[in-house]
């Protein structure tokens, strides 16, 4: 068969057309930032028409970003430049503060800006001269490139953008990420390859990476990040690093992000050649103040400190006999003058104290409260033990009336299965802020505890534990992603909903499709409580492996530190299960107000999401559905279990509605949450039916291995192992 002239033409073009789509492999490394080329014509017509050209004032490095995204976008988006102009034309896009561009100050909006604070922004549809505009400004240049990323937003959800009159302001001020990374690059309870810091090659070597990963943080208003784990090393402290740390804040620098580091409490003895760390002694002081100097001279814009002290073998000031306000504020003393803060993490237990772990952080806390110079922040955990899949919320949230409280959610799953689990955390971190601890009445949430409107805080706080590594989707699972995007969102305006801020993630980074979007969206809706439920159901906490956290181990015991056991945790007897911290046990409830206690104490009151957390509950004991504690807790191991069963079928009918790379990627990773969540099941319910004696309900699928196969199981290579000191 003879091919004719045109015939090879259309074959060779086919051919190109195929291997452009190939080499185009969604790998997930453009996140959220995609900007795909809006296909509908109509649309992709009427924005057009709208955005002509782009005016600016005054240029600023984070005006230039602004503009240099915008343009991006555009391009790719509606395949169209858009062009700096001088002359406001029809359709022009006019960008900047008031004083940096003067046809902005002749609008007159001063007014309007004036509940937009110093990061917040105004994106308006307004007529100049007679043509029609489309104003994104603010009080500072920072303000309008979150601006930029929200009209941004808008078109990649597709949205209706000819009347707009928007005005956003951040509820909370420092809204940063916590990375856990090491300096050997490996990462504490990271799931998603090595740390991305190269320190080796930095200052010279800046990986295009992080430019990158400041774009996608600007772009949902994170403002800061702690580079190193909070079970620190001094070294970061020495110029050979900070040198490294400087080339990094000079890349965020731009795009409004402040660099903060971990402190090492014993840095003055490990690097500095003092005989003590003791907070109280001069020479300490003069130490740090000196190490601060040092700081702002590479950094001027540093933001300051996070430090873990007297915390699981972390060095502080108790080593000398001082109190967690008096160490905190000498670093806050030698911050003060260059407007730096420390974040001082509440997350402290000690095995030697005989007292309930859930109770130690107040305990400890709670007495200090006013203590604290202006400049520190107490860090606090969502809830009282350690980011479990549920937790009740922190009992220090409403009880430090005179100390900012910042929350700290854990974006990296460390509990919720690595990241080879689908679990979209916008509902946890949602259920947490929405709770209310009724410290001034009704409506006293965790969210308005630490947006400071409840206390009057004069500063404010979010930080999400970041599930960031190199793996080439930044998170391992392609879903990890929408939890660092939702923390954000949620840091910037904790009123979202946990499906809408869903839903521009799902259209961001997959479709616009609806079907497609509404399919996603209810699989992210459930994924956290069947999380919850094929781990721990009711109440239950801390049955994981021991020290990685790895699958089921409710049978861990006899460990050197009994909080570091499972049995502590879930009290399982033959009489029935859970952790009484009622007045009958370790009254753990008192220290929440008494709304909140008397509920959380009432075997009945208490929500049953929380029940074993609060109660030891017996085996035959109904539930609310009449059935017994042994039924309920056995059903909703199944029920998880199945609902990840579910969550895989639903996915599968996505095929060939995203791309196959992306598609075929989570669904290898539902199959292996399938595996998982069976695995989960089948540990527990045997485990506990040691205690129960009680049967598996008859209908449902009896484990098909003996629990001492699931007990013999270890895994010393599991990733994201806390490095031993
Ligand atoms: C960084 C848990 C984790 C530790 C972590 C610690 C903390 O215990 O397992 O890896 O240490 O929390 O938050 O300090």
Redesign the pocket.
């Known amino acids: 068969m003879k091919l004719s002239v045109v015939m090879i033409r259309t074959l060779l073009f086919f051919l190109i057309l195929c291997s452009i789509i190939r080499s185009k492999a969604e790998d997930g490394y453009r996140l959220w930032l995609r900007y795909e080329r809006i296909t509908n014509v109509s649309l992709l017509k009427n924005y057009t028409r709208q955005l002509t050209s782009v005016h600016i004032g005054k240029l600023s490095p984070t005006i230039q970003v602004a503009v240099e995204e915008l343009q991006l976008a555009i391009k790719s988006m509606l395949v169209k430049e858009l062009a700096l102009t001088a002359q406001v034309q029809s359709g022009t896009l006019l960008l900047g503060t008031p004083a940096s561009t003067p046809v902005i100050q002749a609008m007159n909006i001063s007014e309007k800006l004036r509940n937009t604070g110093p990061e917040g922004y105004l994106i308006m549809s307004t007529a100049w001269n007679g043509k029609k505009v489309i104003v994104i400004t603010a009080n500072t240049d920072k303000g309008v490139l979150y601006g930029v990323f929200h009209f941004i937003r808008l078109i990649q959800t597709q949205q209706d953008i000819s009347d707009l009159n928007i005005s956003s302001a951040p509820k909370i001020k420092l809204r940063l990420l916590n990375h856990?990374d090491n300096l050997d690059r490996t990462v504490?309870?990271g799931y998603a390859g090595f740390s991305i810091w190269d320190w080796h090659k930095l200052p010279d070597f800046i990986d295009p990476r992080y430019k990158d990963y400041a774009r996608a943080n600007a772009s949902i208003g994170i403002n800061g990040t702690v580079l190193t784990?909070?079970?620190a090393n001094a070294w970061v402290l020495t110029p050979h690093y900070l040198e490294k740390v400087a080339a990094l804040a000079n890349v965020f620098r731009p795009y409004g992000i402040r660099v903060y580091l971990t402190a090492r409490f014993s840095a003055p003895t490990e690097i500095g050649g003092l005989p003590t760390a003791d907070p109280l002694n001069p020479d300490v002081q003069q130490w740090w103040n000196k190490k601060v100097r040092e700081i702002y001279n590479l950094i001027p814009d540093f933001g300051g400190f996070l430090v873990?002290a007297n915390?699981?073998g972390q060095p502080g000031p108790q080593n000398f006999g001082r109190t967690h306000a008096e160490g905190a504020n000498m670093l806050a003393r030698a911050l003060a003058p260059f407007n730096g803060v420390v974040m001082w993490r509440a997350?402290v237990y000690d095995d030697k104290i005989p007292d309930d772990r859930a109770k130690q952080a107040f305990n400890e806390f709670k007495p200090l409260d006013g203590a604290f110079l202006p400049n520190v922040l107490v860090q606090v955990k969502n809830g009282p033990i350690?980011f479990q899949p549920r937790e009740p919320f922190h009992p220090l949230f409403g009880a430090m009336p005179a100390t900012p409280l910042m929350m700290e959610f854990q974006i990296t799953q460390?509990y919720t299965g690595f990241s080879t689990h689908l679990v979209y955390l916008a509902n946890q971190f949602k259920e947490c802020l929405s709770s209310d601890t009724y410290a001034r009445g009704e409506g006293s949430t965790v969210a308005r505890v630490i947006d400071g409107s409840l206390h009057n805080y004069p500063i404010t706080g979010m930080a999400g534990v970041a599930n960031i590594g190199t793996d080439r989707n930044w998170t391992g699972h392609h879903f990890g992603q929408a939890n660092w995007y939702a923390f954000g969102r949620l840091a910037w305006n904790h009123e979202l909903t946990a499906m809408s801020v869903a839903e521009e993630w799902i259209r961001m980074t997959f479709t616009n499709e609806l079907h497609v979007v509404n399919t996603i969206k209810k699989l992210m809706d459930s994924s956290w409580e069947t999380t919850v439920n094929y781990m721990t159901p009711l109440g239950l906490h801390h049955i994981m492996g021991w020290n990685h956290?790895y699958g089921p181990a409710p049978w861990i015991q006899d460990k050197h530190r009994a909080d570091w056991t499972s049995v502590y945790y879930h009290r399982a007897d033959e009489k029935g299960l859970g952790f009484d911290r009622t007045p009958s046990g370790s009254n753990a409830v008192s220290q929440y107000t008494q709304r909140v206690s008397e509920k959380f104490g009432s075997r009945l009151n208490c929500p049953e999401k929380f029940l074993l957390w609060f109660h030891h509950v017996g085996w035959t004991e109904q539930l609310s559905s009449g059935k017994t504690l042994w039924e309920e807790l056995c059903l909703a191991y199944y029920r998880g279990a199945a609902e990840v069963k579910q969550m895989l079928e639903t996915w599968s009918t996505l095929q060939g509605k995203i791309d196959d790379d992306r598609y075929e990627h989570v669904r290898t990773m539902l199959s292996i949450q399938h595996k998982e969540a069976i695995w989960w099941r089948n540990a527990c319910v045997l485990y506990f039916q040691t205690f129960s004696k009680m049967e598996i309900p008859a209908h449902l699928e009896k484990p098909d291995k003996p629990l001492s196969y699931y007990m013999q199981l270890e895994f010393p290579y599991a990733p994201g192992i806390?490095p031993k000191w």
């Open positions: 856990w504490e309870r784990n909070v079970n873990k915390s699981e997350f350690d460390e956290h806390k």
